[in-house]
């Protein structure tokens, strides 16, 4: 089945230590996002990936890092979560041949104490 | 800087025919996109428009004008499992480069 996973799916945990929420996909797409979502703001973007090796910054980039060493695999990190960053995020995928579709993870739900 | 604009939220009966609006200011603009997300979901794309004029994909119709900054998508023959969230979004680069709107929350009555 073609899917955008991402683990962990709920994650509580405290100021300043360190966390690594994976995202992987099964459908050899070129390109990936990290989005977060709040309530009122909608959808932001992290980061994205256009290839191996190839990322850049969205629109909210800041306290958050990302690699993409695989193409399947793009991990989000956050080197010293703090309560500013609980949200909801999500991980998508999408083809170079798709046209535009995005393809989303099921969401993970982060809350920093 | 980038801003998309849509109503925060519609309602409308089974049956009828609603239209969400989406005006945007970007600094780049390849493509309006149309996604759906149900309360507790994960956002599905529904539409993608480059060039101005009318989509058709079913009940779900997406329109463009790039002159005017502005999309819509409509739904006709409303029902229930329509409601949920709709979002807009300006691919401003490559296919990746995604700005959001802060969504419509679509409710749908009998």
């Known amino acids: 089945e073609a899917q955008v996973t991402q683990n962990p799916r709920y994650l509580i945990t405290v100021t300043g230590k360190k966390l690594t929420v994976t995202c992987s996909q099964n459908?050899?797409?070129?390109?990936m996002s990290w989005y977060r979502q709040d309530p009122g703001l909608g959808l932001r973007q992290i980061y994205y990936s256009m290839n191996v090796e190839v990322t850049d910054k969205g629109d909210v980039p800041e306290g958050y890092k990302v690699s993409r060493k695989e193409k399947r695999n793009f991990p989000l990190i956050l080197e010293s979560p703090s309560p500013n960053q609980t949200s909801l995020y999500f991980c998508?995928?999408?083809?170079?041949?798709?046209?535009?579709?995005?393809?989303f993870g099921p969401g993970t739900r982060l809350t920093v104490l | 800087g980038q801003s998309l604009e849509q109503p925060s939220e519609v309602t409308a009966v089974e049956g009828a025919i609603v239209q969400i609006n989406c005006t945007y200011q970007t600094s780049g603009f390849y493509g309006l996109s149309w996604y759906q997300q149900h309360d507790g979901g994960a956002p599905t794309f529904l539409s993608y428009n480059a060039l101005d004029g009318l989509e058709e994909t079913g009940r779900f119709s997406s329109f463009l004008s790039r002159s005017d900054s502005y999309g819509y998508l409509l739904l006709q023959e409303l029902q229930m499992k329509d409601s949920a969230s709709y979002f807009c979004a300006v691919n401003t680069g490559t296919a990746s480069k995604l700005t959001f709107g802060t969504g419509t929350r679509l409710q749908v009555t009998l």
């Open positions: 998508a995928s999408s083809s170079l041949q798709g046209g535009n579709e995005q393809f």
């Open positions: 459908m050899n797409h070129e390109y």
